[in-house]
């Protein structure tokens, strides 16, 4: 299913920064977590961060601590993943989920297409 819509990948030089957002027009994410993922080239699908319906943030990956931020504002019905000192290693496309949970992990039942990440020089 690809009732959700992300946002904000870019061409982008090492140690530089991108947010990327998730959003959708057809129902409410403020009740539910949302995760985000991410696919390298050649890789399997990776849990990146999530956060809950109260803004709770879990981290799944070590390699994006103290990188990457994960928020949410409900006003625009929107989650964000702020994305700091990027690597080469960061590229890949970009996926957020969610799902009927109000932690995390999110729930998978709803996808959007990605956004693409590209870190080089």
């Known amino acids: 299913q690809l009732q959700l819509v992300e946002s904000g990948g870019d061409l982008a030089q090492p140690g530089g920064s991108l947010r990327l957002s998730c959003a959708t027009s057809a129902f409410s994410l403020n009740w539910y977590a949302v995760g985000w993922f991410r696919q390298a080239p050649g890789k399997e699908r990776e849990r990146v961060l999530c956060?809950?319906?109260?803004?709770?943030?879990?981290n799944y990956a070590d390699s994006v601590k103290g990188r990457f931020t994960i928020s949410r504002d409900n006003a625009k019905n929107t989650v964000y993943l702020q994305m700091n000192r990027l690597k080469p290693e960061d590229t890949g496309v970009y996926y957020c989920s969610t799902g009927f949970k109000a932690s995390c992990p999110a729930g998978e039942d709803y996808w959007g297409k990605g956004t693409r990440v590209t870190v080089s020089s």
């Open positions: 956060i809950s319906n109260s803004g709770e943030a879990t």
